[in-house]
């Protein structure tokens, strides 16, 4: 491949993707119905001349044949009136006037085979003119549909949605872990207190037990001797009578404490 070539396949490379580029559908579409339309005013203009081209070589031909008939006609009376010679030249010029108008006719028929076609040429461009301009509002609404789905597309596309609900979960996420913390602490928070007052219900609970064994030690061994202070007079007799009632209670506590 020549260097020449290469550089027209390149240039023709660019310009192709310049114009795929700059075309606008719409304005594409807008443009091709003009076209079409100038094309069917071409082919009206060209159908009108072929009809009246038409009707100048039917008249032509009327003309042509009219006087083919009417030489026909004088060479017969002439031929009549005995005058051969005058007779023979009405021959020629009917025999002029006849091949007149048998190539009139024939150019007749070529000019209406052609107008025939014409005709049905144009009917044909009318019909897909139509059809055109339908398709066009049709393709027209497609692209205005279209580009109006993209920018919604685009618009979406910019909300950045995903890392909003991103962050969301991040932050879902780490108030989960906080409040496993909190639990954590106060777990062990709860169980370092339980601990602790289980070893204060331990140390002091042996100074009860102990001071409940001394008191089941005295009870079974008899009243513990109490060091007597000197009463006299209403002293001692009170205190008489208060210890009675000290024995009763004691005696009571006493039963309580064999029943347990």
Same mark, same amino acid.
């Given at each position: ?10 240039v023709? &490379? ?8 700059? =075309?606008?559908?719409?304005k ?8 079409? +339309? #100038? ?5 009206r203009?060209?159908?009108? @001349? ?9 008249? +032509?031909?009327n ?8 030489? %026909?006609?004088? *060479?017969?009376?002439?031929? %009549?009136?005995?005058? =051969? ?20 006719? /024939? !150019?007749? #028929?070529?000019?209406?085979?052609q107008v #025939?076609?014409?005709k ?5 461009? #009318? !019909?897909?003119? @139509? ?7 049709m393709?027209k /609404?497609?692209?205005? &549909?279209?580009?109006?789905?993209e ?8 909300? $950045? ?5 991103? /962050?969301?979960?991040?932050? =879902?996420?780490?108030v989960? %872990?906080?409040? *496993?913390?909190?639990?954590? !602490? ?7 207190? $339980? ?7 331990? =140390? ?21 001797s ?9 002293? *001692? ?24």
């Amino acid at each position: 491949m020549g260097l020449f070539d290469r550089i027209s396949r390149v240039v023709r &490379a660019n310009l192709n993707d310049l114009v795929n580029k700059a =075309e606008d559908p719409e304005k594409i579409l807008e443009q091709s119905v003009t076209d079409m +339309q #100038e094309d069917l005013v071409q082919l009206r203009q060209a159908v009108a @001349s072929a009809i009246a081209a038409q009707k100048r070589t039917q008249t +032509q031909y009327n003309q042509a044949e009219s006087q083919s008939n009417q030489w %026909q006609q004088r *060479a017969q009376l002439a031929l %009549q009136k005995g005058d =051969e010679t005058l007779a023979r030249e009405a021959l020629v010029r009917k025999k002029s006037h006849a091949e007149t108008a048998a190539t009139l006719k /024939a !150019s007749l #028929e070529q000019q209406s085979t052609q107008v #025939e076609s014409l005709k049905r040429n144009l009917i044909g461009l #009318e !019909s897909k003119i @139509s059809e055109a301009k339908t398709k066009k509002d049709m393709l027209k /609404a497609r692209i205005s &549909a279209a580009k109006a789905q993209e920018q919604l597309n685009n618009t979406i596309g910019s909300l $950045n949605t995903g890392s909003s609900m991103a /962050a969301f979960d991040r932050m =879902e996420e780490k108030v989960l %872990q906080i409040e *496993a913390r909190a639990g954590a !602490s106060a777990e062990l928070a709860a169980g370092g207190s $339980n601990l602790e007052e289980q070893f204060r219900l331990l =140390e002091g609970g042996g100074d009860v037990d102990d001071e409940l064994a001394q008191m089941k030690a005295q009870l079974a061994g008899g009243s513990v001797s109490q060091p007597q202070l000197p009463a006299s007079g209403k002293t *001692a007799a009170a205190t008489s009578g208060s210890g009675t009632v000290v024995d009763a209670e004691l005696e009571e506590l006493r039963s309580q404490l064999n029943k347990m």
